[in-house]
């Protein structure tokens, strides 16, 4: 999984590549973790450039402990 970070104004924009499942999870959080802990609130995550997505409950319950809403 590759993630491609840009940013308009006050919103992180997250492109991500690849396959988004149990085994990548981590990364993603390691990557959006450092944001969160700055403060960033803003997110605007782009999902068009995955090839496979699974475990979306396990996704969204993480996205949920940071008051995060997709």
Request: aromatic residues 8%.
């Amino acid at each position: 999984m590759d993630i491609w970070e840009n940013r308009r104004g006050e919103i992180v924009i997250l492109a991500v590549h690849g396959k988004l499942d149990v085994a990548t999870l981590p990364l993603f959080e390691e990557r959006v973790r450092p944001m969160l802990d700055r403060g960033e609130r803003l997110f605007l995550v782009d999902f068009a450039h995955l090839d496979y997505v699974s475990s979306a409950g396990n996704i969204q319950s993480c996205l949920s402990r940071h008051d995060t809403i997709l």
